[in-house]
């Protein structure tokens, strides 16, 4: 870790959570007093419409506290993002802020994140309902690391750690948040898990249910494109192409030997608008090929530009954004 520097950053996006906010802040503070070392806390009130952002506003004083407020609800893959922008860190620790994550598990990650690249924790006994959160959960960590090749135990759990060069590279955008271990893997960065303490939420709504699975399976088909043809998007769609069109053009040649030697025909025939269809099909995918090129090259050159709007920054000399 660099001297005279800030060696942690603890991210924590919050949404309604006013009444977790003030015991959070009790449980945190000592852990990170007790580890020596220079940190900071970075709230990320993704739009709360109770009164969290009040909450928030009075641990501003605290010199070591930045609050950071959403214009609206933008997601908690947002919420990451603007938190990874902001965080000044040598190591950056995310975590919820519904307390159902333990503070006491910080100095455990934070000691690992200095042999591996990412830390991702596993709640192996974890106190939420089976049906509707761990039963969904443990089919999508099933499915997530067969198609990404990254096999975690808990692709879920908010509470990890990065190494800062980890979380410059990475771009968020949906639900991407959960797929980090996965996105961070195919930079070659060294992953690893640790199991740690989950506590059954004792005050607030969770605001997860079982049709977020649907928003995960969409989007791990995101980034098993990222992952393998995020930058050749024409190896994708062009085989695919090329085999529609070849065998349009086979159907095609079927047909057209029937009406020139034996005199049949074609017309009226279903197989006629098939092999039509597969022709058309197989130009329209290797076009959206061509132009996956060109948009990855124009992504490659751009300025980044990022997927929120702050209201305003607090502490260390924030002030209103606009």
């Known amino acids: 870790m660099q001297k005279n520097s800030t060696d942690l950053s603890v991210v924590i996006p919050v949404y309604n959570e006013e009444d977790n906010i003030g015991p959070l802040y009790s449980a945190l503070k000592p852990v990170l007093e007790g580890m020596g070392i220079n940190y900071e806390i970075i709230f990320v009130d993704d739009g709360s419409t109770d009164r969290t952002a009040s909450a928030l506003e009075d641990l501003a004083a605290d010199r070591h506290v930045r609050v950071l407020e959403f214009r609206r609800n933008f997601g908690q893959t947002a919420a990451f993002a603007a938190g990874f922008d902001h965080a000044t860190g040598e190591v950056i620790i995310t975590l919820d802020g519904d307390l159902q994550n333990d503070p006491a598990d910080i100095p455990k990650l934070y000691e690992m994140a200095g042999r591996y690249d990412l830390v991702s924790g596993w709640r192996r006994n974890r106190k939420d309902p089976f049906l509707n959160r761990r039963l969904p959960s443990a089919i999508a960590n099933w499915l997530i690391g067969r198609v990404t090749g990254v096999k975690l135990h808990d692709y879920g759990c908010s509470l990890k750690a990065y190494r800062r ?30 199991e740690t303490t989950h506590h059954p939420r004792t005050r607030g709504k969770s605001k997860y249910g079982i049709t977020r699975t649907v928003k995960v399976f969409l989007d791990l088909i995101t980034v098993k494109f990222l992952q393998s043809f995020s930058t050749k998007p024409i190896q994708f769609f062009g085989p695919m192409g090329l085999a529609s069109t070849l065998a349009g053009f086979a159907v095609s040649v079927y047909l057209a030997f029937q009406k020139l030697f ?61």
């Open 165 to 194: 060069e980890v979380v410059n590279n990475l771009r968020l955008y949906g639900e991407m948040h959960r797929f980090i271990p996965a996105v961070a893997n195919w930079y070659g960065v060294k992953v690893a898990e640790v």
């Open 262 to 322: 034996l005199d049949k025909a074609i017309g009226g025939r279903p197989l006629l608008l098939l092999g039509v269809l597969l022709i058309i099909i197989g130009i329209q995918l290797i076009g959206m090929g061509l132009l996956g090129e060109m948009l990855v090259r124009v992504y490659h050159e751009s300025q980044k530009k990022p997927i929120y709007a702050l209201r305003k920054v607090l502490g260390n000399g924030g002030g209103d954004q606009g």
